[in-house]
């Protein structure tokens, strides 16, 4: 029995996170309607509900910008460098369309749930 729950658990964490993944993308292009660097995103985002890792944040941002949905600067604040990220004009326009899709996708959910 004990070997059924842990497939059972594995099945549940890797459903769960493959529902997360996209969300999390939502959530970090909403935020980033405002500038913020990885701390204050992370804080932003659990004070919300929505906790993330470093390591999901951080590579999360790099392929958002290299997608040319954000824009990032390196700037010395408190006597450190810190790269602060923001939406690209492309950006802002992605995250419209996706906020669009998802609460189509919501508003089909809620009928069918």
């Not at 999390?24 to 906790?51: D, F, M, S």
């Not at 993330?52 to 392929?63: A, F, K, Q």
Request: charge should be neutral; aromatic fraction near 10%; charged fraction near 30%.
């Amino acid at each position: 029995m004990g070997y059924s729950m842990t497939v059972a658990e594995n099945m549940f964490e890797n459903l769960r996170l493959e529902l997360r993944r996209g969300c999390l993308t939502l959530a970090v292009l909403a935020q980033l309607r405002q500038e913020h660097y990885g701390y204050t995103l992370r804080k932003a985002l659990t004070e919300r509900g929505l906790a993330i890792d470093e390591s999901t944040l951080y590579p999360l941002l790099r392929r958002l910008e290299t997608q040319g949905l954000l824009t990032s600067e390196w700037r010395e604040e408190e006597k450190r460098n810190k790269r602060f990220y923001r939406l690209s004009a492309d950006g802002e326009t992605m995250f419209t369309q996706l906020l669009d899709e998802w609460n189509a996708i919501n508003a089909s959910l809620y009928k069918i749930l």
